[in-house]
């Protein structure tokens, strides 16, 4: 996800976080005082543990399934400039350290800032 776009909905979740609790900007309240009321989490620490959930279900796939299909397929053509993505070879992480929950979330944890 873009940062830009991380950004934008951070501003509407602690927009929406303020109406709930009955704040306006007006009140000195901290974001860490409003989500500590209402128990919740940041948009994007939820987004990117899912994010990794959703890789792991994928990779965990048998190679027969689509969904592992369209993930391994090679596509043709030079790609155009643009930031690097994030890929497990970065993190120095591989897919066999999927395969096993426990050493991929001790893995993960130190990588992401995640919780949990």
């Known amino acids: 996800m873009k940062a830009t776009h991380e950004d934008k ?38 987004m990117r543990r899912n994010r990794i959930r959703w890789f792991v279900h994928v990779e965990r796939m048998t190679k027969d399934d689509w969904v592992k299909r369209c993930t391994l397929m090679e596509v043709g053509g030079s790609r155009l400039r643009e930031r690097p993505k994030m890929t497990m070879r970065s993190m120095n992480l591989t897919n066999i350290d999927t395969q096993d929950r426990q050493k991929w979330r001790r893995k993960i944890r130190g990588k992401t800032g995640l919780p949990g």
């Open 9 to 46: 909905l951070k501003r509407t979740e602690m927009r929406m976080i303020r109406w709930v609790c009955g704040v306006s900007l007006r009140n000195i309240k901290t974001s860490k005082e409003l989500r500590a009321r209402l128990g919740t989490e940041m948009i994007g620490v939820v």
